[in-house]
């Protein structure tokens, strides 16, 4: 247990949530709340906003945590050096910090010395004892959401609800949170609520724009969910990379709809930023070339340039779900070196996830582009129950499943494609591309359900 009068400086502030901080000055307390917010309005001011922090007070325990943070969140090799860096600043002021500020410390270090599952621990810790601390709340929300523990993000959010009220500061970010956590768990229309809800107390909440659009894309309201996503373009177009990942499920769904010439033009002009090389950004492109290929569309020269911005990066191990997007956009440019050093580098921490799901994922990727669709296949297959600990979101490790179906096609066994064909229909009775791809492999079998299910998908595709 973490003791709040852990601290033995009586430099100590409360921030409007009664959070005690270690600072030179309220004005310190002030600014990192203004960083927080920033945060959860997932900003491009974020940055400068803390540069405020240190200009009040340059030896903030929290500012340098949270500077490492911040470098840890935007998943790189270099970034997580200079986050170990923060560490050891945040380290050298710690000595009269609270038990709660020594704890980030500590999860910071865990975290970018790679073990983010001890690190996940004490952001949960720090939650269950301070329900206001809303940088443990965000990191755990992270950190439960790249494990696949969609439960524990939930149950995260959970405790520390009952905490607060509608006067607290920051309450609907909570409500966008929670959205998010519920959609993951299924919950749709408590989701859904959730995320209004937040939206009406404060629209500037990307997080929660997109809670409710993973709604829509998985109750397949796609039109809406396009609706739903301009609609709201004020408030989510400010926030700094995650746009690309609001205009992702943009692309998605228009896909879902059958426009593949929108989907290659939300790529082209939205989506594809040359500057970029956020994992997230190359995770979002590399997904949707991949569904354009599954729809026949040649995407030109479109790989080779996303894998020239990964082919350096395969060392570097940040997060598990990173590393088998990286494979996917080596093996889709013949890079079969760099395939087998995402597998061969990994580091220890993790080892039996990375050794038993991460890598033959990532071999997976290879043979797909091989002429190995076979054993694509079967890894694949064998794999299905365990992709999720890769984590993400259902809506993005679904590409795994197109790829499950893509692969069956590829090495001749139709009857497992049709199996899974026939499946996902049931499971997305609005998608006009399965019901196509279902009339192509029923075709191919001399099957004239084909028809039908041309039929079917001729009525859900727009275009
Ligand atoms: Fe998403």
Redesign the pocket.
Known sequence: MLCINGSGSDKVFKDKCGLIHTAANQQAVDAFETVIDALYRIGTNTGDCLKAVFEADPEMPMAHCLKGYFFMFMASGPLRLRARKAHQEALKFAGGATARERAHIKALGLWSHDDKAAAIRLWDDIVSEYPFDTVALRLGHFGHFYDGDSVAMRKCMETTFPHWQRSHPGYSFLLGMRAFAFEECGDYAAAEKLGREGLDLDPVDPWAI?AV??VM?MQERRQEGIDWITGHQAHWQGANNFRY??L??RALMYWGLGDFDAVLAIYDDQLWDPESDEYADLCNNATVLLRLEYVGVDVGDRWQNLHAKVKARTDEHILMFADVHFAMMCAATGDAAGVRNLIESSPEIGGALRNDVAAPLCQAMLDYRTDACGQAQSTLLALRGRIIEIGG?H??RDVFELLMIEASIKAGDLATARHMLENRSQTHPRDGVNWNKLADVLSSLGDEAANQARLQASGLLVA
């Open positions: 997109h659009s993973h894309e990942h609001v992702w499920h979101s809506a993005q």
